[in-house]
């Protein structure tokens, strides 16, 4: 099992950059495909990124594709997101998600797939400012 915690959000101008943290505890972190999801008020949870377990694969939404970048650091426990040229529509709060130990990237309809995912963070709010 493995515990997320979420941090680095915060409120910045658009245009601006951010990068969150996910702390991961728990020894087999390695093993575990991550990803990234964002909910903003009176919307579904939507998926922002996901990156396998060695950090070689990774899937991101249309919204945020050349502007977000995913990464992971297993010596670390820590998976981060890298958000650039942020905008008024990335308002959200950010969550971390883990699908489990020994899991599969597969494909992105996979990946992107909430029902996937196990272990989520509590959340971190990002509000962009226009």
């Known amino acids: 099992q493995v515990q997320l915690v979420e941090s680095g959000g915060g409120l910045v101008q658009a245009g601006a950059s951010l990068r969150l943290s996910c702390a991961a505890s728990?020894?087999?972190?390695?093993?575990?495909?991550m990803g990234w999801f964002r909910q903003a008020p009176g919307k579904e949870r939507e998926f922002v990124a996901a990156?396998?377990?060695?950090?070689?694969?990774?899937y991101y939404s249309d919204s945020v594709k050349g502007r977000f970048t995913i990464s992971r650091d297993n010596a670390k426990n820590t998976v981060y997101l890298q958000m650039n040229s942020l905008k008024a529509e990335d308002t959200a709060v950010y969550y971390c998600?883990?699908?489990?130990?020994?899991?599969?990237?597969?494909?992105?309809?996979?990946?992107?797939?909430?029902?996937?995912?196990?272990?989520w963070g509590q959340g971190t709010q990002v509000t962009v400012s226009s």
């Open positions: 990156i396998s377990n060695s950090g070689s694969t990774t």
């Open positions: 728990g020894r087999t972190f390695s093993g575990y495909v």
């Open positions: 998600a883990g699908q489990g130990p020994y899991s599969a990237i597969y494909y992105y309809s996979y990946a992107s797939s909430r029902e996937n995912y196990k272990y």
